[in-house]
């Protein structure tokens, strides 16, 4: 449908995309206080309980998945209402800058700018600063870890309390890891676009996707290095049963590494950070989809948290697909896998 609209002039498949994803607006919540305003000049949502509390409660920074191209405060509405009623927290959703229109660092710089405001005036929403979590789901959970990775070093602000990644995609290296083949036609995230997205927020354009895809745009000697972190072999072998097939190493072509090669950032592919900053970050719940090309994304990150000292909650949806999350109670149909999915993060943080 996009695409005929697209071929037609009328408008761009991505403007397309974001009109039919656009969200309903609901009605008030009988619970919730929420109100729209501005943190650091990025506009968030904030939804805080209205029962009273004993203590200050925790808070939660959401940021929303849609490849960095799609999805706004109104698609996210109900998750984000669900997380904040049912673990009685605070609850941020931050809009922060899509893509292709505003570029990598854009969503991240927009993201770590509302997180920050958050912690330093965390008292002023009835929040314990020692108690703010940073949550995302799909592109909202690699915005996430790049924010979590980064407060980690820093002196200037409280510890994050914990992290919690929703099928997050962490990587930008390798897009034929087992996953990627066995769900590389499974809906809501094919194996294109995956690498479609992720050209569209490091670039604005998804020139060169095909060369993404086959894997020549990173450099032998750097994939040697990263292959510690990257690699099939890290991958319990339950994961790799389905149909896995090896694919024959393609040629490097250096031209296309030189437009891609801020992939090699760990603030936009946080699965290649230095162990010294991984050994930093806060408690972790990462949620994982059998059926879903970004799931061994997830398993990666967690075998690296794991060697690095860090406690993690691992939740892994059997029947899970990507996107799965997002549809919770979405034009009033649901699937019982996401509930369970979003009830293992309420539980993960009543659990705090």
């Known amino acids: 449908q996009g695409r005929v609209l697209e071929k037609t002039g009328l408008c761009s498949q991505i403007t397309f995309g974001r009109y039919v994803r656009q969200g309903r607006k609901l ?19 904030v939804y805080q309980p209205k029962a009273t509390s004993d203590g ?6 959401f940021f929303h998945g849609g490849g960095w191209v799609f999805g706004s405060l109104d698609t996210y509405e109900k998750v984000c209402r669900y997380i904040s009623r049912e673990s009685e927290s605070v609850v941020v959703s931050v809009q922060y800058r899509l893509a292709p229109e505003h570029k990598y660092p854009a969503a991240y710089e927009d993201c770590l700018n ?17 108690n ?13 870890a790049a924010v979590s990775q980064t407060i980690a070093g820093r002196t200037d602000l ?3 309390r914990a992290q919690i990644l929703i099928y997050p995609g962490l990587q930008a290296l390798d897009f034929n890891l087992p996953s990627y083949h066995q769900n590389r036609g499974v809906p809501l995230l094919f194996r294109e676009r995956a690498a479609f997205f992720a050209l569209q927020y490091l670039n604005g354009d998804a020139l060169h996707m095909q060369e993404v895809l086959e894997g020549s745009h990173i450099p032998p000697d750097m994939r040697l290095k990263y292959r510690k972190w990257v690699s099939p072999d890290n991958i319990p072998e339950k994961f790799k049963v389905r149909g896995v097939k090896p694919l024959r190493p393609t040629d490097f072509i250096a031209e296309v590494y030189e437009t891609v090669k801020r992939f090699c950032e760990p603030n936009l592919c946080p699965l290649l950070a230095e162990d010294a900053i991984v050994h930093q970050l806060p408690e972790s719940f990462i949620l994982t989809c059998e059926y879903d090309v970004l799931r061994d994304d997830g398993l990666l990150y967690k075998k690296r948290l794991e060697d690095n000292g860090v406690r993690v909650t691992w939740y892994h949806l059997e029947d899970g697909f ?21 009830d293992s993060v309420v539980n993960f943080l009543k659990s705090l």
């Open 27 to 45: 009605g008030v919540d009988p619970k919730l206080f929420i109100q729209d305003l501005q943190f650091n000049k990025v506009p968030v949502r």
């Open 132 to 144: 703010v979590i940073v949550c995302g789901d799909s592109a909202g959970g690699n915005l996430a």
């Open 158 to 160: 409280p510890k994050l």
């Open 56 to 61: 200050r409660r925790r808070g939660i920074i």
């Open 114 to 130: 509302a997180t920050t405001h958050f912690m330093k005036n965390a008292e002023h929403y009835g929040v314990d600063p020692a």
């Open 322 to 342: 990507h996107g799965i999350i997002s549809l919770y109670d979405y034009c009033g149909f649901s699937f019982p896998a996401g509930k369970r999915g979003l």
